[in-house]
Nanobody, 115 residues
Framework: QVQLVESGGGLVQAGGSLRLSCAAS????????MGWYRQAPGKQRELVAD???????NYADSVKGRFTISRDNAQNTVFLQMNSLEPEDTAVYYC?????????WGQGTQVTVSS
């Protein structure tokens, strides 16, 4: 059974930075794609960034130039470096791992950006 555990969320002022981590229970090289999603209150869950096994990255327009997704296969961990945070980035952030046709979710970590 795949387990994903997110960490690194918290409260930060606008303009600040956070780094989220997603630790997988097994080898992340077995996943086709790993990514970060977020869900703000009253809104649908949306893709923030993802990273394929081949190294291709994909970012939401709203975070391009501010967020960076990366992976450490030795640690079985995926990271999301978030810089220049804005109040609009406030949400619960979820890690997702795809091993087609299945997708696995973490429990989420809260990120709150104060103005």
């Amino acid at each position: 059974q795949v387990q994903l555990v997110e960490s690194g969320g918290g409260l930060v002022q606008a303009g600040g930075s956070l780094r989220l981590s997603c630790a997988a229970s097994g080898s992340i090289s077995s996943f086709n794609v790993m990514g970060w999603y977020r869900q703000a209150p009253g809104k649908q869950r949306e893709l923030v960034a993802d990273l394929s096994n081949g190294g291709r990255t994909n970012y939401a327009d709203s975070v391009k130039g501010r967020f960076t997704i990366s992976r450490d296969n030795a640690q079985n961990t995926v990271f999301l470096q978030m810089n220049s945070l804005e109040p609009e980035d406030t949400a619960v952030y979820y890690c997702k791992a795809d091993r087609w046709p299945y997708g696995y979710w973490g429990q989420g970590t809260q990120v709150t950006v104060s103005s």
